[in-house]
């Protein structure tokens, strides 16, 4: 049994190399810390973050250290986010971005992996299911270290979609796994993770601790906005990589300002794609502004009419928000926003999409159920993590 840092960690014997014994019950000292690497790298991982970092710092024995991957790079997209929500400076910054899934995954997974080696951490702590969720996710267990997945058994059902295909992978390989509804723990328990050791803890959403905590900081973005409006976004690959369905979100969206006034911050993607296309932003009834922090997001939910959106995260951001969603998608993995009402699910087809718009903006915005928690999921984090394996 050898010391290293803050744990006695026990080798086997391998003829090739020695690696990390996750079979033998670690020992800690007293007197050190847990320490905890924490792995982001898109925007609403730093959302969440933003809440689960503080109430991890709140406990005396844990240190945190956070790997930020690069993913999204952009100041309005990272930097911003750290600024404006405190959160942590990231201790490596590894300005990873801009490549094929493969590509990208691997060449995290290589970086991150280095760093978990020169750490040694108690825990490697995940978010959501981009591609730095996963590769932060086997990284760590390739070294035999316990990992916690935030955010986790959410199922979309659709394989083509490269977060599924993250969310399932990161889930399988999780020692401990918190779920912000008990749909999302059923799910797990269908896929057999109780009988394989992993703990599941009905956490909350840390996004409701979020909009909580920030709604009365939101501030105005710089664009002048109209009186009445709907807020779109759309970034996923299936919807802006391929030419077809994005020239027919486009006029879906188009034919929407027919109805009232469409303000849709604009994704870096989203704007690349666009241009392939020949679209003109200039000339387009829908305004388009700079992508925006996270107070100003809140803003612009706040007072908006309606949400369109194939994000995820915005979905429940607009419930939190008491507006109702248009999901420009087929499939979502939070299902219980439509089986309330709150959400309809509708895909790219420019008739659904103006008949989904056409029932909400004629629906009151009446939100009786109360989803996710009771919003104090980061403490649930914390309080798990703090106690040693």
């Known amino acids: 049994m050898v010391h290293r840092g803050s744990t006695f960690f026990a080798y086997t014997h391998n003829p090739k190399n020695l690696y990390f014994c996750a079979a033998i019950k670690r020992i800690r000292l007293n007197s050190q810390p847990i320490k905890i690497v924490t792995i982001l790298g898109a925007r609403p991982q730093f959302i969440k973050a933003s809440v689960v970092s503080q109430a991890l710092s709140q406990h005396n024995g844990i240190q945190e250290v956070i790997i930020h991957t690069g993913q999204h790079f952009d100041r309005n997209m990272s930097q911003l986010f750290f600024e404006e929500m405190r959160i942590p400076e990231p201790t490596y ?168 006034p469409v303000i849709c911050p604009l994704h870096p993607h989203t704007r690349k794609s666009m241009e392939a296309i020949g679209y003109d932003v200039k000339t387009s009834p829908i305004q388009f502004i700079e992508p925006v922090g996270y107070l100003e997001m809140l803003y612009l939910l706040d007072h908006s009419t309606l949400v369109m959106t194939d994000s995820g995260g915005l979905q429940k951001e607009a419930y939190y928000m008491r507006r109702h969603c248009v999901t420009l998608r087929n499939e979502t993995e939070w299902t219980e926003l439509v089986d309330c009402g709150y959400n309809r699910v509708v895909g790219t087809e420019p008739a659904n999409i103006l008949e989904a718009v056409h029932y909400f903006l004629n629906q009151p915005p009446v939100f009786p159920f109360e989803l996710y928690g009771d919003g104090h999921a980061a403490e649930v984090i914390a309080e798990a993590m703090s106690v040693d394996l």
Not at 154 to 173: F, H, Q
Not at 179 to 187: F, I, L
Not at 188 to 217: C, H, Q, T, W, Y
């Open 93 to 260: 910054q590894l300005d990873i971005h801009g490549l094929p899934h493969g590509a990208l995954t691997g060449r995290m997974m290589e970086r991150i992996e280095e760093i978990l080696m020169d750490e040694r951490p108690d825990w490697v702590l995940v978010y959501g299911d981009t591609d730095s969720t996963l590769a932060g996710a086997v990284a760590a267990k390739k070294l035999h270290l316990s990992v916690a997945h935030v955010e986790a058994g959410l199922r979309s059902y659709n394989e083509a979609m490269p977060e599924e295909i993250n969310r399932i992978l990161t889930d399988r390989v999780s020692d401990l796994l918190f779920c912000p509804s008990e749909t999302a723990v059923n799910q797990l328990r269908n896929e057999g993770r109780l009988s394989d050791g992993a703990r599941i803890i009905m956490s909350g959403d840390v996004m409701k601790d979020a909009a909580l905590r920030f709604a009365p900081l939101m501030k105005a973005p710089a664009a002048p906005l109209p009186d009445l409006y709907i807020l779109c976004t759309f970034h996923r690959a299936e919807n802006v990589d391929n030419p077809q369905v994005l020239k027919q979100l486009l006029t879906a969206l188009e034919q929407t300002c027919d109805r009232r």
